[in-house]
C-alpha cells in the first residue's frame, strides 16, 4: 500500500479516476500474464509435458497469500484472485492445446440438435479441433455453421455423427441412425442412457461404429479441467476409443462405466442432487417467506444452498423432467432422498438427540472419503 498521505483537498472524482486507472492497469497486467501463459502452455506442448502443474499453481497461491500479507490485504481475496488468474489461464492453454492438435483437419462432422445449448458446445468444440462441423436442427441454423433443417436429407457420409437432441428425440434418432448406419462414428451426448438404450444397441447390431458419451458439465464450460466426461462403450470399444481421443487435449477427467451402470449411477449424481434442490426451493416457495427477506437474515450454509438451488431452478425444466423420469433407476434414489428426510424429521419430533448425533456422524464418515477438487457438478 502506499505510504503518500491522502491530500484533504483531493475531490471525490478525482480519486474515483484514479481508481479507474489502476482498475486499467490491473485489466492491462491481466492481458500481459495471459500472453506469458500462452507462451508457458506453448513450451509445455512443444515438450510433452502436462499443461496443468499443482505444484506450481500451489506455489503462485502462497505468493499471492504472503503478498497481501505485505500489502495488507486480507489473503483470502488474495487467494481467490489467484485462483481466478489460474483458472484464467488455464482456459487459454486448452483451448490453444485443443487447436493446435489438429485432430479434425479435413474431416467434417455433422451435429444432429446442434441448436441447442450442448449442441452449440460440441459444435464450437469440434471446430475448434479442426473439424467442419455441420448443424441439422429443425430450430434453424446457428451462426458460422452450414445448418441444415432435417438430417434426413442428408448424405451421412461424415466421419462423425454427434446426436444432441432432447432424450425422447435422439432416442428416435437413433433408431432411424440404425436404418441407414453412417460410416463414421456415432455418438450421443445424453444425460442418460435408459431411453437411449434400444437405438444405440440397433446402431450397434448394424455394424455401426458407435458409442456414447456424457459430458457432466453445462454449456457454459470453458475449462475442462476438473470436469468428467463419461464414455459408455455398447460393445464397439474401437468407437469408444475414438470418442475418448477427442478429448485428449484437454484436461477433462475421462471416465468409462457399462451401459446399466451408468443410469444407476446418475440417478444419485443428477437424480437425487437436481431432486434435493427442487425439494428445497418448493419448501422455500411453499413457506410463505418472501425470498428477499429469508436472503436478509441468512446464513453461511442457507447462501451456499440457495446458490445452487438458484442454478437448478433457472436450468431447462423440461431436461430435468426427463432425468427424473426417463431413468430406470431412478424412483431408488427419490424413496432414498424420502426416507432419509423421513428419519431426520422422526429423530427431530421424537427429541432423539443420540439419534441425530448418529446421521450426522454417519455422513461425516461417508463424506470424508469423497475426493476433493474441481467445480460442483451441473
Known amino acids: 500500500m502506499s505510504d503518500t498521505p491522502r491530500s ?11 481508481l ?8 492491462e497486467l491481466v492481458g500481459r500474464r495471459l500472453e506469458i501463459a500462452s507462451a508457458i ?43 481466478l488468474l489460474i483458472r484464467s489461464s488455464l482456459t487459454v492453454q486448452e483451448r490453444e492445446g485443443v487447436a493446435e492438435s489438429g485432430a479434425g483437419t479435413g474431416r467434417r462432422v455433422l451435429v444432429i440438435g446442434g441448436a441447442g445449448k450442448m449442441g452449440r458446445w460440441f459444435a464450437r468444440f469440434l471446430s475448434s479441433q479442426g ?29 462423425i455423427v454427434v446426436v444432441a437432441a432432447p432424450l425422447r428425440t ?23 442412457k435408459s431411453p437411449l438404450r434400444a437405438g444405440l444397441l440397433a446402431l450397434r447390431d448394424a455394424g455401426a461404429r458407435v458409442t456414447s458419451v456424457h459430458p457432466m458439465f453445462g454449456p457454459d464450460t470453458e475449462l475442462l479441467s476438473g470436469r468428467h466426461v463419461l464414455f459408455v ?13 477427442l ?31 427442487i425439494v428445497f426451493f418448493t419448501a422455500l416457495a411453499d413457506s410463505g417467506e418472501a425470498a428477499p427477506h429469508l436472503a436478509r437474515l441468512s446464513s453461511t450454509t442457507f447462501d451456499a444452498q440457495l446458490a445452487v438451488s438458484s442454478r437448478v431452478a433457472a436450468e431447462n425444466p423440461h431436461l430435468y423432467y426427463e432425468i427424473q423420469t426417463l431413468n430406470d433407476y431412478g424412483t431408488e434414489s427419490l424413496a432414498a432422498l424420502l426416507y432419509a428426510v423421513e428419519r431426520l424429521r422422526s429423530v427431530v419430533r421424537a427429541g432423539d438427540e443420540a439419534g441425530f448425533v448418529a446421521l450426522m456422524e454417519r455422513g461425516r464418515a461417508y463424506l470424508s472419503g469423497r475426493p476433493s477438487g474441481g467445480d460442483a457438478p451441473p
Do not use: C
Request: charged share 30%; net charge negative; no cysteine.
Open 247 to 277: 478429448f485428449t487435449s484437454t484436461m477433462a477427467v475421462t471416465g468409462e462405466l457399462d451401459l446399466e451402470s451408468h443410469d444407476r449411477f446418475v440417478a444419485y449424481v443428477l437424480g437425487l442432487s437436481h431432486a434435493l434442490n
Open 20 to 27: 479507474g486507472a489502476l482498475d486499467r492497469q490491473i485489466i
Open 233 to 245: 462403450d455398447v460393445g464397439v470399444p474401437d468407437a469408444t476409443r475414438e470418442a475418448r481421443e
Open 41 to 83: 502452455g506453448a513450451r509445455k506442448r512443444a515438450a510433452g509435458r502436462s499443461t496443468r502443474d499443482y505444484r506450481q499453481e500451489r506455489d503462485v497461491i502462497e505468493r499471492a497469500r504472503a503478498a497481501a500479507q505485505r500489502a495488507g490485504v486480507a489473503p483470502d481475496v488474495a487467494e481467490q484472485l489467484a485462483l
Open 8 to 18: 484533504n483537498t483531493e475531490s471525490l472524482d478525482d480519486l474515483r479516476q484514479e
Open 170 to 192: 435422439s432416442g428416435e434418432i437413433l433408431l432411424e441412425l440404425a436404418r441407414r448406419p453412417p460410416r463414421g462414428l456415432v455418438f450421443d451426448i445424453g444425460s442418460l
Open 131 to 159: 473439424f467442419t462441423v455441420e448443424i441439422a436442427d429443425p430450430a434453424g441454423p446457428v451462426e458460422g455453421f452450414r445448418s441444415q433443417p432435417d438430417w434426413r436429407a442428408m448424405t451421412l457420409d461424415h466421419d
